[in-house]
């Protein structure tokens, strides 16, 4: 493997139970476009093009450092079906990727980014999905204002504490952003360690 492969244990952890929502929100046997927002270190991109073979993938991400590993995972496991990783910043128009897609995903990226991400996101998704397709998103939420959680409250403090433009969002002000966008809310799944995933429609 080469040193430009990061290693971000919360991945290993946490792909086999997206994986399986995944399957259950997507079809698995279909050929399908997918766009990942902030892709990290290529770790889930890599383990759902195996698992969805006749996926296509398309990462992406802002830091280089990032986009550098994402490489090296796919030319280090041989994948076919995940693409060459594009720079994007989900808070800013006019992304640089070919659509329309079926679904897009963003993993573990509004609390720990700026609102203004969480904005962008639901923009572009409505611009890159084909009508009726899913965006997935995965994280920690508060519900109506509250944290779900006494550890999610520590961890969106500790959040807060490393930027004070992170932190855990409240999934009924990401609703709102969501449908002023053109999405509606389709699923909200309970997942472990207090996670959830959440499935928006485009309308």
């Known amino acids: 493997m080469k040193p430009e492969a990061l290693d971000f244990p919360a991945t290993q952890k946490n792909r086999e139970v997206i994986a399986d929502v995944l399957a259950d929100v997507f079809d698995p046997q279909a050929r399908l476009r997918m766009l990942e927002v902030a892709s990290g270190s290529g770790q889930h991109a890599v383990y759902f093009a195996f698992r969805f073979p006749k996926w ?65 996101l639901f923009r572009n998704a409505f611009t890159h999905l084909k009508q009726g397709g899913l965006l997935y998103l995965y994280g ?7 944290h779900t959680s006494e550890s999610n409250r520590a961890f969106d403090q500790g ?3 490393q930027n004070s433009r992170w932190g855990v969002r409240c999934l009924d002000e990401v609703t709102r952003v969501a449908e002023e966008n053109g999405f509606s809310l389709e699923r909200v799944v309970q997942m472990p360690a207090n996670n959830l995933s959440v499935v928006f429609r485009k309308s």
């Open 56 to 120: 296509t993938i398309q990462p992406t991400d802002l830091v280089q450092e990032h986009l550098n590993s994402i490489s090296a995972y796919t030319e280090h496991h041989e994948v076919i079906n995940v693409l060459t990783p594009v720079a994007v910043d989900a808070s800013m128009d006019d992304w640089p990727v070919s659509g329309p897609f079926d679904g897009v995903w963003a993993i573990n990226l509004i609390h720990i980014s700026p609102w203004e991400c969480t904005l962008g």
């Open 140 to 146: 920690a939420y508060r519900r109506g204002g509250e």
């Open 159 to 161: 959040l807060r504490a």
